[in-house]
Nanobody, 112 residues
Framework: QVQLVESGGGLVQPGGSLRLSCAAS????????IFWYRQAPGKERELVAT???????SYADSVKGRFTISRDNAKNTVYLQMNSLKPEDTAVYYC??????WGQGTQVTVSS
């Protein structure tokens, strides 16, 4: 049974940083891409960043240069390092597998 558990969200001031984690289980983690999405209030869920099985990465234009996705296959965990946070980054952040499984999400609030 696939399980994804996000953590690391919280309240941070504009310009601050947070690191999100997504711990995965129930599948051969190292073989598959993992995705970070976010959903702000009243908006559709959007793809933020992707890490492929071979370590490739891609980002939404809105976060390029500020966010970094990485993975530790030994720990079955994907990270999202978020720097220079802006109020518009406020959202619930989710990780997702290629199979369509979602975690429960972690809230990120950027506010002074």
């Amino acid at each position: 049974q696939v399980q994804l558990v996000e953590s690391g969200g919280g309240l941070v001031q504009p310009g601050g940083s947070l690191r999100l984690s997504c711990a995965a289980s129930g599948f051969t983690f190292s073989r598959y891409a993992i995705f970070w999405y976010r959903q702000a209030p009243g908006k559709e869920r959007e793809l933020v960043a992707t890490t492929t099985s071979v370590g490739g990465t891609s980002y939404a234009d809105s976060v390029k240069g500020r966010f970094t996705i990485s993975r530790d296959n030994a720990k079955n965990t994907v990270y999202l390092q978020m720097n220079s946070l802006k109020p518009e980054d406020t959202a619930v952040y989710y990780c997702k597998t290629l199979f369509g499984d979602w975690g429960q999400g972690t809230q990120v609030t950027v506010s002074s």
